[in-house]
């Protein structure tokens, strides 16, 4: 009798014997949500003023998250954020009221990393610095202690400071026949939809597939021949055409920053 009312709770509770009970993802945040304030659960990871990976990496391919201008406020998103993917790079202001060492001012953290753990419809888990920034001056640690909290989040337009503009990063490996683009410090919806390039001499863009994180790809029968020039959509529909982004003779591992921005 006791085994089966376990039982009953158990699958009541998603299942799990023990543990706390899996919840189901919320809907999917886009750029064009209204931008409502929504509970989400916190957590952090990695070093406690770091950017969270050890590696400064993460799933969306930007390196150097520790770095300007994202500054270690990194977020790993959970599926309706993260969007396998098609979430990276877009940004949200979070806050938090509970407990004391909450400041309940709003920060801004970009999505950087993705978390499918099943605690909450929208998770963030946070670089250690990220979630420090939510806390009073000088209680950042205390902040961190908590380990988890309630906070709200909201998206938001991505801002760059000074005069970031848009980079395009031809990814190691790439070889004339097989060319990979990760697009990062996209201002404005700051996530990518479609990635379309046009070869030295072509009269039309063609599309690029998603690959993964913020890198998008292309098998081509013929070699790839710069300089090549990159259009880019947005969630949003934004569009922008930099002419001549990758140059001739142009190689794998190497950043090409545009002198554009949305
Ligand atoms: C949420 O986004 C992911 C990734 O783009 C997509 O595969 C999925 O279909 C979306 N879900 C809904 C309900 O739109």
């Known amino acids: ?82 969007k396998d993917g098609f979430g990276c790079g877009s940004c949200y202001e979070i806050k938090c009221d509970k407990p004391a060492e909450c400041s309940g001012e709003p920060v801004v953290v970009y999505i950087t990393d993705m978390n499918y753990e099943p605690i909450a419809a929208y998770h963030f888990d946070l670089a250690g610095t990220a979630f420090g920034a939510m806390a009073k001056k000088g209680e950042e640690e205390k902040l961190r202690k908590a380990g988890i909290i309630d906070m709200q989040f909201r998206r938001v337009k991505c801002k760059y400071p000074g005069d970031t503009k848009i980079a395009f990063h031809v990814e190691k490996g790439c070889n004339p026949n097989y060319f990979a683009l990760l697009v990062k410090f996209v201002a404005g919806d700051g996530d990518i939809v479609g990635v379309e390039i046009k070869e030295k001499g072509a009269d039309e ?20 021949e710069g300089p090549i020039s990159v259009r880019l959509t947005t969630e949003g529909g934004a569009k922008l055409t930099q002419d001549d982004a990758i140059p001739a003779g142009w190689k794998p591992d190497t950043l090409y920053p545009s002198k554009l921005q949305f």
């Open 205 to 224: 863009f063609k599309p690029l597939k998603h690959s993964w994180g913020a890198i998008w790809r292309i098998d081509a029968p013929k070699p790839i």
């Open 1 to 82: 009798m006791l085994v089966a009312v376990a039982v009953v709770l158990a699958s009541l509770v998603g299942g799990a014997w023990c543990g706390p009970p899996k919840v189901p993802p919320g809907k999917n945040i886009s750029a064009t949500c209204d931008g409502k304030w929504l509970d989400a659960k916190a957590t952090w990871y990695g070093k406690p003023t770091g950017a969270g990976p050890d590696d400064n990496g993460g799933a969306c391919g930007f390196k150097e998250v520790n770095k300007a201008p994202f500054n270690g406020m990194g977020a790993c998103g959970n599926a309706p954020i993260f």
